[in-house]
């Protein structure tokens, strides 16, 4: 597996976590001069600066070689021939690239390499590769030199060049189990657990509302979601794992991925659209209701408006008693423009006391204008006896 990235410090420290790996002594030291985390990961970063900067460019590849365990030779034997396998290896795919190579045993039915591969041979600037044709010939060839170099290993081969015809009959009869399934039901009328496990799936999509109700009727079978890169699929409860599009449900599944998109966009749409209804339906109350209850001081401006319409003001109850007094009228004509209106309220109450106390002052000015009349009159009338 290609790195697109210079993480070595990070593979580093994977490969050699306490959880895989138990020893270093079998360790495979290729092309490097350190032999310490901190060492080699100092080498491989400066090693990566040579490279040339290219968008996408490959920095370092993670590999892993195995081999199945077997009974008929010890375990440290085994791990010195896997790592002999290993030192093989790379001196057919990185010659003068460089590598570092641990052991992991914590797998029962296996032991196994991981190993760090540099995308430069050392120093150098351009990036190795190979062709898939070209790898696969090297992978070939190794199986091949394993094969007939450890033949107590009991290794099956993988690659079809180097099986037997027993082997190779296996492949095919392996090739064909999946279609064991159609003619178990061709045969007996069974159908094969492939089948069933489609056609409960094909109910589920077709009967899940939403996502969390996808989840509990997955959960009701046992099944469990996995994905793996972009395929997506399903567990058992045997561990069993079924893909979508092995099934043909590749597409139910994009379609239900879909309705449950748009039925969540729809969901917070419709949620929108009722708070912006409400806020409208809020703000309207606010406006009818500061329409027909204004507020107190306005209410106040009106009434004494009203009151002022209705009442006649001082200064035309002062005239009118004036002329009263020419014309003969009675004063209670006057006096009966105010009975009719109430003074309960505290707003006309003021305006009549204030009616009342302007009266008076136009009474004393009359007062002091006469006394002031008077007394010039007598003023003059003095001066004109003396002269």
């Known amino acids: 597996m290609s790195r697109k990235h210079p993480s070595f410090d990070q593979l580093i420290d994977y490969i050699e976590s306490e959880k895989k790996l138990k020893s270093k002594n079998f360790s495979?030291?290729?092309?490097?001069?350190?032999?310490?985390?901190?060492?080699?990961?100092?080498?491989?970063?400066?090693?990566?600066?040579?490279?040339?900067?290219?968008?996408?460019?490959?920095?370092?590849?993670?590999?892993v070689i195995s081999i199945t365990r077997t009974?008929?030779?010890?375990?440290?034997?085994?791990?010195?021939?896997?790592?002999?396998?290993?030192?093989?290896?790379?001196?057919?795919?990185?010659?003068?690239?460089?590598?570092?190579?641990?052991?992991?045993?914590?797998?029962?039915?296996?032991?196994?390499?991981?190993?760090i591969i540099s995308?430069?041979?050392?120093?150098q600037s351009n990036r190795k590769w190979f062709t898939k044709a070209d790898f696969a010939e090297i992978q070939t060839r190794l199986e091949k030199w394993v094969l007939e170099t450890y033949p107590k290993l009991e290794q099956k081969a993988v690659f079809y060049q180097n099986?037997?015809?027993?082997?190779?009959?296996?492949?095919?009869?392996?090739?064909?189990?999946?279609?064991?399934?159609?003619?178990?039901?061709?045969?007996?009328?069974?159908?094969?657990?492939?089948?069933?496990?489609?056609?409960?799936?094909?109910?589920?999509?077709?009967?899940?509302?939403?996502?969390?109700?996808?989840?509990?009727?997955?959960?009701?079978?046992?099944?469990?979601?996995y994905q793996r890169g972009k395929q997506h699929g399903v567990i058992d409860q045997d561990g069993t794992k079924y893909r979508f599009s092995t099934l043909g449900l590749a597409e139910d599944w994009e379609a239900l991925d879909r309705r449950m998109l748009e039925k969540l966009q729809n969901q917070k749409t419709a949620q929108?659209?009722?708070?912006?209804?409400?806020?409208?339906?809020?703000?309207?109350?606010?406006?009818?209701?500061?329409?027909?209850?204004?507020?107190p001081d306005t209410q106040q401006k009106q009434e004494k408006e009203a009151v002022k319409t209705q009442t006649a003001s001082p200064n035309e109850d002062i005239a009118t008693e004036a002329s009263n007094a020419t014309t003969g009228t009675s004063p209670f004509t006057v006096a009966k423009e105010?009975?009719?209106?109430?003074?309960?309220?505290?707003?006309?109450?003021?305006?009549?006391?204030?009616?009342?106390?302007?009266?008076?002052?136009?009474?004393?000015?009359r007062k002091a204008k006469a006394t002031n009349q008077a007394s010039t009159g007598q003023r003059n009338s003095n001066k004109n006896q003396q002269s």
């Open 28 to 63: 495979v030291f290729h092309n490097t001069y350190s032999r310490n985390t901190d060492g080699l990961k100092k080498e491989f970063s400066e090693n990566a600066r040579h490279l040339k900067f290219r968008k996408n460019g490959v920095y370092l590849y993670h590999e």
């Open 71 to 115: 009974q008929n030779i010890d375990e440290d034997q085994q791990k010195a021939i896997l790592k002999n396998i290993v030192s093989e290896y790379l001196r057919m795919r990185a010659r003068k690239n460089l590598a570092y190579a641990v052991l992991h045993e914590d797998k029962k039915d296996n032991l196994h390499f991981h190993i």
């Open 119 to 123: 995308a430069n041979e050392a120093e």
């Open 163 to 225: 099986q037997t015809d027993q082997e190779r009959e296996e492949r095919q009869n392996k090739a064909h189990i999946s279609n064991k399934g159609a003619e178990l039901k061709r045969r007996a009328g069974k159908t094969s657990t492939r089948d069933q496990m489609k056609s409960t799936l094909e109910s589920i999509f077709e009967n899940a509302r939403d996502g969390r109700h996808f989840t509990e009727l997955l959960e009701k079978e046992n099944l469990k979601i």
């Open 272 to 295: 929108t659209t009722s708070q912006e209804t409400a806020k409208k339906t809020n703000q309207y109350a606010k406006d009818t209701i500061r329409t027909e209850r204004p507020r």
């Open 338 to 365: 105010f009975v009719l209106h109430p003074t309960d309220n505290p707003i006309q109450r003021e305006i009549e006391e204030e009616r009342q106390r302007r009266l008076a002052e136009a009474e004393e000015m």
